[in-house]
């Protein structure tokens, strides 16, 4: 008979942690909103229909969570951390949660660093003075301490990033497009997740390869030399409709296959 560790516990399949990236205006918010029972943590304060949402746009519910200091704006950045530390683990299988958006809360952590920035130690001769390099530091541990958290919640989780294209002096696009997100830390967060989509909006054509001026939305699925993405379904084409039901049908494909 096998060894069998008793720490062994039992693997979910099926629980996704995806990174949704996209140009603003894009339908990331709708698709990731086709998930089961979606729960939004709302940054951005755009969502495109009533659905259940923690508004941390709000600076009054900040305030909740963070009382106010003085004449210091909301300090949204240790809110969001604080309210994830309370209530990641009281998500469920059936659930999804969305966080709108890593880009507006990547922006909450500088402004509030800005605001209270850390400062080297003084000496006799020299006063103390901004610590720039804190500031990367503290910004690498905080995503990293936000990865971890969302990467425990035993559901469904979408974190929506905006996204950039670098271009050189002469506007000639250069490289891939990635998350908007400075630092270090942008290459470790593909690490976090399961799967890595892109989403696009393509113009329908007719039969004569004229745009009709319907839109469809889809995710790309997998790395091409536009963008880099991650699925966990092997079998997958590279693109597919931009719906959690469209990937249950992939998902169906590919475990057809493996029988």
Excluded at 58 to 84: H, I, Q, R
Excluded at 135 to 147: A, L, P
Aim: hydrophobic share 35%; net charge positive.
């Amino acid at each position: 008979m096998s060894y069998k560790s008793p720490d062994t516990v039992s693997y979910i399949p099926g629980l996704m942690r995806l990174a949704l990236q996209g140009e603003s205006g894009s339908g990331k918010s709708t698709s990731a909103l086709t998930f089961p029972n979606p729960i939004v943590a709302d940054f951005d304060h755009k969502l495109p229909c009533v659905c259940d949402t923690i508004p941390f746009w709000n600076p009054e519910f900040v305030y909740k969570l963070c009382p106010k200091k003085g004449t210091l704006p909301a300090n949204t950045k240790s809110a969001f951390k604080k309210w994830l530390e309370t209530n990641y683990a009281l998500y469920t299988l059936d659930q999804t949660f969305i966080l709108d958006s890593w880009t507006m809360l990547q922006g909450a952590f500088d402004r509030q660093t800005d605001l209270e920035p850390s400062y080297t130690k003084g000496t006799i001769t020299k006063a103390p003075e901004i610590d720039k390099w804190a500031f990367w530091k503290e910004k690498i541990q905080y995503s990293r301490n936000i990865c971890e958290l969302l990467q425990s919640m035993k559901c469904n989780v979408i974190v929506i990033f905006h996204e950039q294209r670098e271009k050189d002096d002469e506007g000639r696009w250069l490289g891939k497009y990635r998350p908007l997100m400075a630092g270090q830390f942008c290459d470790i967060l593909p690490t976090y997740f399961t799967d890595w989509y892109r989403q696009i909006v393509v113009e329908t054509r007719d039969s004569a390869g004229k745009g009709t001026g319907d839109y469809s939305y889809k995710w790309q699925l997998k790395t091409d030399s536009v963008a880099a993405c991650n699925t966990s379904f092997v079998t997958a084409k590279r693109f597919c409709d931009a719906s959690y039901d469209a990937l249950q049908i992939v998902n169906k494909q590919q475990n057809k296959g493996t029988q």
